[in-house]
T-cell receptor, first 115, second 113 residues
Framework: GAGVSQTPSNKVTEKGKYVELRCDPI?????LYWYRQSLGQGPEFLIY????????DSGLPNDRFFAVRPEGSVSTLKIQRTERGDSAVYLC?????????????FGNGTRLTVT | EDQVTQSPEALRLQEGESSSLNCSYT??????LFWYRQDPGKGPEFLFT???AGEEKEKERLKATLTKKESFLHITAPKPEDSATYLC??????????????FGRGTQLTVWP
């Protein structure tokens, strides 16, 4: 079946601009996650949704970052006033449930470059 | 603070030369330990979940084991197509942080013919 889909695959933006990154999870998966990965590092947790609500947003670095999942399926990560330090690969993942060791299935990410 | 450490950072093997990757962790209340494979430009691909000490899982040339403090990913007779970065992650605790995974930095494996 279809896996996790992320668009765009690449995004180049200027410092100070606003960007939106989209994630379409595996059908039927209730839990959705956003991670950020810098070169040579493991993925770093940003936010986790269970259904429509953010169950844990403690990984968001500051209030420029915001994510929504209004209908419990597609999610959008929004970054305001982008900075060069925001450049990274933003990964989305989904799982059947957010508890009990259910594995996360990742998309191929959006590579964000802030110039 | 919860922590996941992987070693070595990089490993070069000749085709057929077996070896092991290590993942050590310090978390409270382990709920699951996950191994992922990541190819360049791709997202992590799920390999295994281990839930309790003593558990083992196998898939083709890969075998994952778990103790109370660490996990090993054993690679038997590797082939060049096994070249990738292998990531370890743990899910732990409870409450609002239960859903997140804590990742290590990964081991970059290169298998040459």
């Amino acid at each position: 079946g279809a896996g996790v889909s992320q668009t765009p695959s690449n995004k180049v933006t200027e410092k100070g601009k606003y960007v939106e990154l989209r994630c379409d999870p595996i059908s039927g998966h209730t839990a959705l996650y956003w991670y950020r990965q810098s070169l040579g590092q493991g993925p770093e947790f940003l936010i986790y949704f269970q259904g429509t609500g953010a169950a844990d947003d403690s990984g968001l670095p500051n209030d420029r970052f915001f994510a929504v999942r209004p209908e419990g399926s597609v999610s959008t990560l929004k970054i305001q006033r982008t900075e060069r330090g925001d450049s990274a690969v933003y990964l989305c993942a989904s799982s059947l449930s957010g508890t009990g060791g259910s594995p996360l299935h990742f998309g191929n990410g959006t590579r964000l470059t802030v110039t | 603070e919860d922590q996941v450490t992987q070693s070595p950072e990089a490993l070069r093997l000749q085709e057929g030369e077996s070896s092991s990757l290590n993942c050590s962790y310090t978390v409270s209340g382990l709920r699951g330990l996950f191994w992922y494979r990541q190819d360049p430009g791709k997202g992590p691909e799920f390999l295994f979940t281990l839930y309790s000490a003593g558990e083992e899982k196998e898939k083709e040339r890969l075998k994952a084991t778990l103790t109370k403090k660490e996990s090993f990913l054993h690679i038997t007779a590797p082939k060049p197509e096994d070249s990738a970065t292998y990531l370890c992650a743990v899910q732990a605790g409870g409450g609002s942080t239960l859903g997140r995974l804590y990742f290590g930095r990964g081991t970059q494996l290169t298998v040459w013919p």
